[in-house]
């Protein structure tokens, strides 16, 4: 069963679709792109989870578009959200100018 959706080849994370427990394997709706093998944390429906490992200061891609910095390390399998990136957008975590 399909619980993330990657849109972009260019994505480091992909959106999932249903609540994962630590441990799931993962599966993508498409066969493009690399995912881990596995959720590294649980993860509610609708988050986002690292699908490569993202290094402090590296722009976190979803949809092809960056959409805030990563403020820690991030591995592959792990849980993205508000504890772990800054963000450009709707949060305005960053100034203008600043990260992303």
């Known amino acids: 069963m399909t ?5 972009d080849l260019r994505d480091n994370v992909a959106t999932t679709v249903a609540n994962i427990a630590a441990g ?3 599966e993508q ?4 792109g690399t995912i881990p093998p596995s959720a590294r944390q ?3 429906s609708g988050h ?7 290094h402090t200061g590296e722009e976190v891609i979803k949809y092809g578009a960056v959409i805030g910095v990563a403020t820690a390390r991030i591995a592959a399998g792990d849980h993205v959200h ?3 990136i800054a963000s450009n957008r709707v949060r305005g975590d960053l100034k203008k100018g600043e990260g992303a």
């Open 29 to 32: 709706d498409s066969t493009e």
């Open 82 to 84: 508000v504890h772990n």
């Open 3 to 7: 619980n993330l959706i990657i849109v």
């Open 48 to 54: 986002k989870i690292a699908l490569v490992d993202i």
């Open 42 to 44: 649980a993860i509610p």
């Open 24 to 26: 799931t394997v993962l």
